[in-house]
C-alpha cells in the first residue's frame, strides 16, 4: 500500500517545485545524500560532523528525515506539499528518481537533493477541513500523513486509500515545537479568515468588504453598480471628494483559485493617464503576474496572505459587521525570531 507523504519547502525552493516536478531537502554540507547508508546511526554522525552548531536534541529529528527521503519513499507513493507562496495544497505521486543536484560552491543553504514528482492536482486551502490543514502544518521537513490520507488522495484518486504504519521517530526539541506552535496559530488563523470571506461573502458582498477596508485605511472609495462597471469594482482616491489624482481602479475576485495574467491585463486595460490598478484576490497570483507588477509602477497585487495581513492590523477599526463576521481575538505565541 503506498505511504502518503507530508513535505515542506521554503518558497524560494518551492517556487520551482512544480515547474521542475521535484521535491527538495537541504543539508547541502553534507554532499549527495543518497550514497548515506541505510543507517540512522551513521547518519547522525554525519549529521553532526557536518553540522558541528546543531543542538544535539535535534539530530536524531533530522536524522529521520534524511533517512525517509533517502531509504523509505518508494516510486508510487503520494506526496502533499503545502505551497505557501500560493496558498495550494499540491498532490502528486514519486517517480522514484533521486537527484542531486550542486548549485554554487559557498551555498551552504542550498537545497540540493531531491526526488522527482509527477503532480496530480493542486487545490486552495480552502478546500480542505482545518484538521486535514493542521496534519499538514507539522514541524517536520518530512513526515508520514496519518489521519486525513482519504480526504488528500481522494482529490486525485477516490479509489486510493491506505493508512501508513506508525512513526517510531525522536521528539523534536522545544524550539523546534514552539516555532511550529507560532507558524500553525498564523496559519490556521489565516485560512479561518479567508475560508469566512469565501463562504459567507458573495462577490458583491466581497467588493463592498474591500471598499470598507480601504476606507479604513484611509482613501475615501464607491463601490460601482454591478451592470455596468466594466470589470472594475472599487474606485478609490487620496482626497475626500474624489476628484484629484491618482485614482486607483480596483478589480475584487474572491476566488482562492490563482489569477493569471489575462484577468490582470484586462483591469491594466482600463487605465488611463492619472489612474492605477489594485487587484485583490483571496487566492494568489501565478509568478509571471507577479513579475507584471514589479515591471508595472501603475500595479499593485494583494493576494490572499496579504489581504489577512491588511484585516488583522486594521481589525479594530472594522465595522461591528465584519468583526461579527470575522470573530478574532489577540493571543501571544512563541516568537523565535
Given at each position: ?316 477599526e472594522l465595522s461591528p459587521r465584519y468583526r461579527t463576521l470575522i470573530p478574532l ?9
Open positions: 500500500m503506498p505511504n502518503v507523504w507530508g513535505l515542506h519547502m521554503p518558497i524560494g525552493i518551492g517556487l520551482d517545485a512544480i515547474d521542475k516536478r521535484r521535491v527538495s531537502i537541504g543539508w547541502a554540507k553534507m554532499g549527495d545524500l543518497s550514497k548515506l547508508p541505510k543507517d540512522r546511526e551513521a547518519i547522525k554522525t554525519a549529521i553532526a560532523t557536518a553540522y558541528p552548531e546543531k543542538k544535539q536534541g535535534a539530530i536524531p529529528v533530522e536524522a529521520g528525515v534524511i533517512y525517509r527521503f533517502v531509504h523509505e519513499i518508494n516510486a508510487g507513493d503520494y506526496v502533499v506539499y503545502p505551497s505557501k507562496h500560493d496558498r495550494m495544497v499540491n498532490i502528486g505521486k514519486f517517480t522514484g528518481e533521486f537527484i542531486y543536484e550542486t548549485g554554487p560552491a559557498d551555498d551552504d543553504d542550498g537545497f540540493p537533493n531531491s526526488r522527482t514528482v509527477e503532480w496530480l492536482g493542486h487545490f486552495p486551502r480552502s478546500e480542505f477541513n482545518q484538521s486535514a490543514l493542521y496534519e499538514i502544518g507539522s514541524f517536520i521537513t518530512l513526515f508520514r500523513i496519518k489521519n486525513h490520507t482519504a480526504e488528500f488522495l481522494g482529490k486525485i484518486d477516490p479509489s486510493a486509500s491506505g493508512e501508513p504504519e506508525d512513526d517510531q521517530d525522536a521528539l523534536p526539541d522545544d524550539d523546534s515545537v514552539s516555532s511550529t506552535v507560532t507558524r500553525q496559530a498564523e496559519e490556521t488563523t489565516e485560512d479561518f479568515v479567508i475560508k469566512r470571506i469565501h463562504e459567507r461573502l458573495s462577490g458583491h458582498e466581497f467588493e463592498h468588504f474591500i471598499a470598507h477596508l480601504l476606507e479604513r485605511m484611509g482613501y475615501t472609495v464607491r463601490v460601482t453598480q454591478k451592470s455596468s462597471d466594466g470589470g472594475i469594482d472599487v474606485i478609490a482616491h487620496n482626497d475626500k471628494l474624489g476628484f484629484e489624482p491618482p485614482i486607483i481602479k480596483v478589480q475584487c475576485k474572491r476566488t482562492t483559485s490563482q489569477i493569471n495574467e489575462t484577468q490582470v491585463r484586462e483591469l491594466l486595460g482600463t487605465l488611463v493617464e492619472g489612474e492605477y490598478g489594485l487587484f485583490v484576490t483571496l487566492g494568489a497570483f501565478a509568478p509571471k503576474v507577479r513579475q507584471s507588477e514589479r515591471n508595472l509602477s501603475k500595479l499593485r497585487l494583494i493576494d490572499g496572505e496579504q489581504l489577512f495581513d491588511l484585516i488583522v492590523k486594521h481589525y479594530a481575538r489577540q493571543i501571544y505565541v512563541p516568537d523565535l525570531g
